[in-house]
T-cell receptor, first 113, second 109 residues
Framework: AQSVTQPDIHITVSEGASLELRCNYSYGATPYLFWYVQSPGQGLQLLLKYFSGDTLVQGIKGFEAEFKRSQSSFNLRKPSVHWSDAAEYFCAVMDTGRRALTFGSGTRLQVQP | NAGVTQTPKFRVLKTGQSMTLLCAQDMNHEYMYWYRQDPGMGLRLIHYSVGEGTTAKGEVPDGYNVSRLKKQNFLLGLESAAPSQTSVYFC????????FGPGTRLLVL
């Protein structure tokens, strides 16, 4: 069965600092990978996705993620964090048969002024 | 273009009561999903549908039923609510990428 691990439950960074959120997945075939962001009391918004091709993918709001097959990882990065980035971030892998997502448990990002 | 909408936004039930959550999408997607979100557990798949008239179980289907009578709607039913079903429920629809509704917060007392 597929699974996603986000090892960091909570991360605090200073505004303007760089950010990396970790994601490791387990999936038998070539994975379709996603990062979503959820602000308090809101639904999930897609940040970026990886299906195939270039292993460095660009998303919205200045985020990027790198797919590393050898490490089974899909880490999310941003070079300079803004206070508005404070939210919960979810990594997910798609079951291509059902097209359903398996989510990690999320990483809550806090941004200090 | 409203995307994915969910009703109601919030509901309080007593144990044993029933209710239906409605999800509607206007993107002509074949695939629709119901997830529940609990603290520290991410989102877990309850049921899903690959097209009008079809439904299938996800990872946590017990205590829930679903129907997809129209392509644009996906209903989630709780026949006899239990406190363990207190959660936030999200609906999603997709072609390849899933688009999520705003969620329904359910409290079962």
């Amino acid at each position: 069965a597929q699974s996603v691990t986000q090892p960091d439950i909570h991360i605090t960074v200073s505004e303007g600092a760089s950010l990396e959120l970790r994601c490791n997945y387990s999936y038998g075939a070539t994975p379709y990978l996603f990062w979503y962001v959820q602000s308090p009391g809101q639904g999930l918004q897609l940040l970026l996705k990886y299906f195939s091709g270039d292993t460095l993918v660009q998303g919205i709001k200045g985020f990027e993620a790198e797919f590393k097959r050898s490490q089974s990882s899909f880490n999310l990065r941003k070079p300079s964090v803004h206070w508005s980035d404070a939210a919960e971030y979810f990594c997910a892998v798609m079951d291509t048969g059902r097209r359903a997502l398996t989510f990690g448990s999320g990483t809550r990002l806090q941004v200090q002024p | 273009n409203a995307g994915v909408t969910q009703t109601p936004k919030f509901r309080v039930l007593k144990t044993g009561q029933s209710m239906t959550l409605l999800c509607a999408q206007d993107m002509n997607h074949e695939y629709m999903y119901w997830y529940r979100q609990d603290p520290g557990m991410g989102l877990r798949l309850i049921h899903y549908s690959v097209g009008e008239g079809t439904t299938a179980k996800g990872e946590v289907p017990d205590g829930y039923n679903v129907s997809r009578l129209k392509k644009q709607n996906f209903l989630l039913g709780l026949e006899s609510a239990a406190p363990s079903q207190t959660s936030v429920y999200f609906c999603a629809s997709s072609y390849e990428t899933q688009y999520f509704g705003p969620g329904t917060r359910l409290l079962v007392l």
